[in-house]
């Protein structure tokens, strides 16, 4: 029979275990190690790590981590960090961007929303406050405009507010004053055919007519062998 050569097997080195790099791992029991297809590992890993949402994968040299998404970015699943589209905004470690509100729109690095100012409006979803046109005014955070003489006006005679839904003439007797936020007549001797976004909007009577009492929308000839008083 063959005899084995014990001197020499117990002088042979035992092939050492070698740590799985970055990137890969390994459970054992194995001669080489998987790679991380889809999440990332350091070295000498047992298993890959995902980024959870609101993070996305953070490099530095060979070691990766997972880090929080910065305010007005998101991720959904883990993978790179997104910018909030227009209109959303969103805090740090997101995983969705939220929608601006009626009266409010996101800000300008779109990390929180801003309320809607005077005189301006936002139906919603919106990077930008409209400003109210053609004599509309508005409150702060406010969805819409609304324009002098909606269903009311001052009866000079009567001096007093009073709603009107069929008279739509009476829309546009009257101005608006900033400072109030709020309606009033045009005096005598003028008129507004629009509803005037200030006092200056009222319009003086052309020569030969004249409006005889406030919040005229229109002015009337003067009468046969009569003048408009200065």
Excluded: W
Aim: charged share 20%; hydrophobic share 25%.
């Amino acid at each position: 029979t063959r005899k084995r050569n014990l001197s020499l097997c117990a002088n042979s080195p035992l092939p050492s275990a070698q740590l799985c790099p970055a990137g890969s791992y390994s459970t054992g029991s194995v001669d080489a190690c998987a790679s991380c297809d889809t999440g990332y590992s350091n070295e000498g890993s047992s298993k890959c790590e995902f980024c959870g949402p609101g993070e996305h994968m953070l490099e530095d040299g060979l070691i990766k981590n997972c880090e929080a998404c910065e305010a007005g970015k998101f991720s959904e699943a883990g993978a790179s960090c997104l910018g909030c589209t227009p209109g959303t905004y969103s805090n740090a470690g997101a995983s969705y961007c939220a929608t601006a509100g009626a009266g409010k729109r996101a800000n300008d690095d779109r990390t929180g929303m801003l309320v809607c100012p005077a005189n301006t409006f936002s139906t919603g979803s919106a990077d930008a406050c409209l400003p109210c046109t053609n004599g509309g005014h508005s409150q702060t955070g406010s969805s819409s405009c609304e324009k002098c003489d909606t269903g009311t006006y001052v009866r000079a005679s009567e001096a007093k507010r009073e709603k009107d839904a069929l008279d739509l003439t009476l829309f546009v007797r009257r101005y608006y004053d900033e400072a109030a936020n709020d309606c009033f007549t045009c005096p005598a001797g003028k008129f507004s055919t629009s509803g005037a976004q200030s006092l200056d909007g009222c319009e003086d009577c052309a020569r030969g007519f004249v409006s005889r009492e406030p919040g005229m929308g229109y002015c009337d000839p003067c009468t046969p062998g009569k003048h408009a008083s200065a």
